[in-house]
């Protein structure tokens, strides 16, 4: 469904611009708003604070969002700043898909929100492409370069995990969950999110075919096979190709939340032998804590999710703020999202809890947690470059693999 929208978005784009609409209201828009983005990351802090709040005066500043902290960062943000913010829409999470379709509306000229947090860079390249949302990034902080353009916030990882109570096996390798169920140590109660809902899922079986994922699967093939992976007798392009049929085949249950998943599913999952591997959020364990009366060392007991996995632990994934071209205080929204990557407003919205990660290397993460640096070692990556040239016949591979 998702697929569809974007497409009739990108028809709709390309129908208004080959009527020969060259000087209208839209296009004036995107001109204001690149302008003061350039502007903006020209600026020092004081001198951008001083541009936004000249800009918004006692206006609000609208935010439409994926994550709830985005809300909790607001009221900080306001706090420090004296700015305020439409409480409403900072209130309304929403689906990627969701925004995603929403923002059709900037593409004939109408104002949306001025800034936005959003993840499946699949998608949002699209629109950035477009001219429907510009990227800023602050020149003062220190950011990797693969996090500027579009300006990553957050990452996110979807892990390997299980619950640890009256548990058998021990996953040690990522063709445990693929393979046939011939092989030893197979294990074959795999939950995971269905990618044609769950735009991020589906990423990360792209993201199997990159060639990060090919080594890293290839590696992780001869330590559970005890032989090198001999393409010859497939008829698969590479082994991503391979892994991903199989792990698609073995999953058991494809369930639509994996915060549900995890703080029930998972949870209640302490009879018999064979447990559920759940591939979901790692910042979910705030909820499994929450299931359990807020009895985080009885959480610690319960979740496994660092484990010595051959092959990778997840899927690293990011977050991205962004500017659409309608914004109506673009100063203002690049202050807020500045102000996202610095500890203070990071602590806000995101801080003190597992499984989020700041792209600013200088806020600290959780206690408890692993580093970002451990995680892009450790992970397949979200690669937009790689994701970018991803053809229609490899997603074809995929749907038609999905249970």
């Not at 790692?282 to 499994?288: G, I, Q, R």
Request: charged share 25%; aromatic share 12%.
């Amino acid at each position: 469904m998702k697929s569809f929208f974007r497409r009739v978005i990108t028809l709709g784009l390309s129908l208004f611009f080959m009527a020969g609409v060259t000087s209208c209201e839209p296009r004036g828009e995107t001109n204001k708003v690149a302008v003061a983005i350039e502007k903006a990351e020209k600026m020092s802090h004081d001198e951008l604070v001083e541009a936004a709040k000249k800009e918004i005066g006692t206006n609000k500043l609208a935010v439409q969002s994926q994550t709830s902290g985005t809300a909790k960062a607001l009221v900080k943000f306001k706090e420090v700043y004296d700015i305020d913010y439409d409480e409403e829409a900072a209130s309304s999470t929403k689906k990627d898909y969701q925004l995603y379709t929403a923002l059709d509306v900037v593409a004939t000229g109408q104002y949306f929100a001025d800034t936005v947090t959003i993840q499946d860079v699949r998608s949002l390249q699209q629109y950035i492409d477009e001219g429907i949302l510009y990227s800023y990034s602050p020149s003062d902080l220190n950011l990797a370069d693969e996090d500027k353009a579009p300006l990553a916030s957050i990452y996110y990882n979807k892990l390997f995990l299980y619950n640890k109570k009256n548990t058998s096996f021990t996953m040690t390798n990522v063709w445990q969950v693929a393979g046939s169920a011939d092989d030893a140590g197979h294990l074959n109660k795999l939950s995971f999110q269905n990618p044609a809902t769950e735009n991020i899922n589906m990423n990360f079986l792209l993201s199997l075919t990159s060639p990060r994922g090919i080594e890293m699967l290839t590696s992780a093939y001869k330590k559970f096979y005890g032989v090198d992976y001999d393409g010859s007798q497939d008829n698969f392009p590479n082994i991503g190709y391979k892994y991903l049929e199989e792990f698609l085949k073995n999953v058991e249950t494809w369930h639509t939340s994996d915060t549900r998943t995890i703080k029930d599913n998972l949870r209640l999952d302490v009879e018999g032998e064979e447990r559920i591997i759940v591939f979901g959020a790692f910042a979910k364990y705030k909820d499994l804590i929450k299931a359990l009366d807020n009895d985080a060392e009885e959480a610690a007991r319960m979740l496994a999710w660092d484990m010595d996995i051959d092959g990778f632990k997840g899927f690293l994934y990011k977050m991205y703020t962004v500017i659409p071209a309608t914004a109506k205080y673009p100063y203002t929204a690049a202050l807020f999202n500045r102000f996202v990557l610095t500890e203070v407003g990071f602590n806000a919205g995101w801080g003190g809890q597992y499984g989020y990660y700041s792209a600013n290397p200088d806020v600290p993460i959780h206690q408890g947690d692993k580093p970002l640096s451990y995680w892009k070692e450790t992970c397949i990556i979200e690669d937009e470059a790689y994701l970018s040239t991803v053809k229609n016949s490899l997603i074809s591979f995929v749907q038609a693999n999905i249970g």
